[in-house]
């Protein structure tokens, strides 16, 4: 009797067990089918989530992007802002204080040189100085002799000529002493000198500089080379196949030695000839002074092509999976067991042209992105979280 009560315990047990397990398979089967099964292309953040990531919303831009050309030049200066400086008679270098970069201005004196033909010089521009006002004085009064009847008209014809001849050999020796920088307006005889100094004849910096004291240098020797660097344009190499790219009035983004700032030039002058090697020059002028670019470097120039106005994104807010590009599009809010949730839908998308961190996309037929508000930024921890479900997403 005993052992038949404990075999009906030990059954009654088993059946609760039973009944316990079967009811919990079920209860998890429901619970199952409630769950929320998301799209394949929306995924869901809490709002920790979104900050974590951080998400940045945005709209569609319309600009103007267009297609550019690498192409590689020089900086050069302007034939008007480069200067050749010597001494047009020679001489011996008695001063001179410059080396290369320094600063020079326009009328500043560079070196002084000696010459004792620029002794010559005063003294024979004093002397027919003073010879022309005699022979002035003297044709007024064989003028005046002649109007009475008193000499005759070869006499004046004679003076006249001697007074003419003394003019112009005034007026040459005044451009010689112009020519060596000798201002004859203030050339007196206690002031004569057997020194000039060289003087410079643009604002500038010294390039080269190929004297030393005591040097004597020739008339055809270039003593000091002076840049300006406002007037600095760029020399392009085009190819032929590119001759509708260089269009006048065209912006070009250029960098020199690898340096990451961005300058701006304009083609001013395409070049109208074309080379042996089938390729042709381009000139552009450089927007504004900049203290990195000088002349002689070397560039690396990216030619805008002028393009209509078309939808663009920031480059990154278009990701790429399996080949494919995509943005993601803000799509609800909404809230799960009292907690908010924000759901992203993915937009398949085909990419144009990228200029400055903006790049062109098409939308797919029917889809209003002017009315879309995009994720301009962290679209990439969007995709990972896709991607990892369960990492991010929930």
Not at 43 to 59: C, M, N, P, T, W
Not at 222 to 236: A, G, P, R, S, W
Not at 275 to 284: C, G, H, I, P, R
């Amino acid at each position: 009797m005993k052992l038949n009560h404990f075999i009906l315990t030990i059954l009654a047990g088993s059946a609760i067990v039973l009944s316990s397990c079967n009811t919990g398979s079920k209860a998890a089967a429901v619970e199952s089918s409630a769950e929320e099964v998301l799209p394949e292309d929306v995924v869901e953040l809490r709002a920790d989530q979104i900050k974590l990531a951080d998400i940045e919303l945005g709209s569609i831009s319309m600009k103007k992007i267009g297609s550019t050309l690498r192409t590689n030049g020089i900086v050069s200066s302007a034939p008007q802002s480069m200067a050749f400086v010597s001494v047009p008679m020679g001489g011996f270098v008695r001063e001179t204080s410059l080396i290369p970069g320094n600063q020079v201005s326009k009328g500043q004196a560079i070196a002084v040189v000696e010459n004792q033909d620029f002794v010559d010089i005063q003294q024979n521009y004093l002397e027919a100085k003073n010879k022309l006002s005699f022979a002035k004085a003297e044709l007024e009064r064989h003028t005046s002799l002649y109007n009475e009847d008193v000499y005759s008209e070869q006499t004046l014809q004679q003076t006249t000529v001697e007074y003419k001849n003394l003019e112009g050999l005034v007026k040459a020796l005044e451009q010689k002493l112009l020519m060596i920088g000798i201002d004859p307006a203030s050339l007196k005889e206690e002031n004569i000198s057997s020194t000039v100094n060289l003087k410079s004849p643009i604002n500038g910096y010294l390039r080269t500089v190929n004297v030393n004291i005591g040097k004597y240098v020739s008339p055809t020797d270039v003593l000091f080379e002076i840049v300006n660097n406002d007037n600095l344009f760029l020399e392009l190499t085009l190819f032929e196949k590119d001759v509708n790219q260089a269009v006048k009035g065209r912006k070009i983004k250029f960098f020199v030695n690898n340096c990451e700032d961005e300058h701006e030039a304009v083609i001013t002058q395409p070049g109208k000839t074309v080379s042996e090697d089938k390729t042709f020059k381009v000139f552009a002028t450089i927007g504004s002074h900049c203290e990195k670019v000088l002349p002689g470097m070397y560039v690396n120039a990216l030619i805008e092509e002028a393009a209509d106005e078309s939808a663009a994104l920031p480059s990154d807010a278009i990701v790429s999976f399996d080949d494919k590009d995509y943005v993601f599009i803000f799509d609800k809010d909404k809230t799960e067991a009292g907690q908010p949730f924000t759901e992203y839908r993915m937009i398949g998308v085909s990419k144009g042209v990228s200029v400055s961190g903006y790049t062109q996309v098409t939308f797919p037929q029917g889809f209003d992105p002017l009315h879309a508000r995009f994720v301009v930024k962290g679209a990439y921890n969007l995709l990972s979280a896709k991607k990892n479900a369960g990492e991010m997403a929930c």
